[in-house]
Antibody
Framework: QVQLVESGGVLVKPGGSLRLSCAASGFTFSNYYMSWIRQAPGKGLEWLSYIDSTGASKKYADSVQGRFSISRDNAQMSLYLQMNSLRVEDTAVYFC???????????????WGQGTLVPVSS | AIQLTQSPSSLYASVGDRVTITCRASQGISDSLAWYQQDPGKPPKLLISDASNLQSGVPSRFGGSGSGTDFTLTISSLQPEDFVNYYCQQFNSFPVTFGGGTKVENK
C-alpha cells in the first residue's frame, strides 16, 4: 500500500535551517509529482511547493520562495524540503503529499504522510 | 492567488442529519475542486475530486457538485465518524489554495 513517512521535524531557532525528508513506498515514486503542504497549529492548510516526477520542474508559494527548496531522489524514493531562514510563523506540521494520477501538478492530493512538526522558537 | 471562501466555518448537527458545506472561488476554476476530510491530528483524506467524483472507498453518503465558482459538499446522513473538519481545495492554478475549513460538531 502507498505510504509516505515524513521525518526531520525538530525545534529550531528563528533564522535556523532544517531539512525534512519524506520516504515513499508502495508505488512507483518516480512517476509522480509530489508536494509539501503545511498546517500551523489549529489553522488551515497551506501548499508550499511541488516538484515534477524527474525533479526538473519546481514551484513555490510566495511565502517560502527563496527560503525553501524542494528536491527528490528517485533512486531512494525520497522527497526533501530544505528550509532556511526559518521564522516563528513557519511553525507548523509539514506534510508531503502525492499528486493524483502522477502526470500533472494540476491534480488533487490523493495520499498524504502523517506529518512532522516543526516548531520555530527562541 | 485564487481565494476559496468556505461556509459555514462551523456547524452543529446530529447523526442522521443532511449537511451542506459550500465553497466559493474568487474566480472561475471549472471543476478543478477537491474536498478533504481531516480528523484532528491526522492528515487530510481526499473525498471528492473534480468537484463531484467520489474517491474509491468513500461512502456514498458524501456527494459534491458545482462548477465555475460555486461548489457544494453534501453529507446525506451524518454518521458519528463524520464529526470532523472539511476543506475544499482548488487545483486549477498555482498556488493551489484551500478553503478555511468547516468544523462539523455534534449538536
Amino acid at each position: 500500500q502507498v505510504q509516505l513517512v515524513e521525518s526531520g521535524g525538530v525545534l529550531v531557532k528563528p533564522g535556523g535551517s532544517l531539512r525534512l525528508s519524506c520516504a515513499a513506498s508502495g508505488f512507483t515514486f518516480s512517476n509522480y509529482y509530489m508536494s509539501w503542504i503545511r498546517q500551523a497549529p489549529g489553522k488551515g492548510l497551506e501548499w508550499l511547493s511541488y516538484i515534477d516526477s524527474t525533479g526538473a520542474s519546481k514551484k513555490y508559494a510566495d511565502s517560502v520562495q527563496g527560503r525553501f527548496s524542494i528536491s527528490r531522489d528517485n533512486a531512494q524514493m525520497s522527497l526533501y524540503l530544505q528550509m532556511n531562514s526559518l521564522r516563528v510563523e513557519d511553525t507548523a506540521v509539514y506534510f508531503c503529499a502525492r499528486h493524483w494520477g502522477g502526470y500533472s501538478a494540476y491534480e488533487p492530493f490523493d495520499y498524504w504522510g502523517q506529518g512532522t512538526l516543526v516548531p520555530v522558537s527562541s | 492567488a485564487i481565494q476559496l471562501t468556505q461556509s459555514p466555518s462551523s456547524l452543529y448537527a446530529s447523526v442522521g442529519d443532511r449537511v451542506t458545506i459550500t465553497c466559493r472561488a474568487s474566480q472561475g476554476i471549472s471543476d478543478s475542486l477537491a474536498w478533504y476530510q481531516q480528523d484532528p491530528g491526522k492528515p487530510p483524506k481526499l473525498l471528492i475530486s473534480d468537484a463531484s467524483n467520489l474517491q474509491s472507498g468513500v461512502p456514498s453518503r458524501f456527494g459534491g457538485s458545482g462548477s465555475g465558482t460555486d461548489f457544494t459538499l453534501t453529507i446525506s446522513s451524518l454518521q458519528p465518524e463524520d464529526f470532523v473538519n472539511y476543506y475544499c481545495q482548488q487545483f486549477n492554478s498555482f498556488p493551489v489554495t484551500f478553503g478555511g475549513g468547516t468544523k462539523v460538531e455534534n449538536k
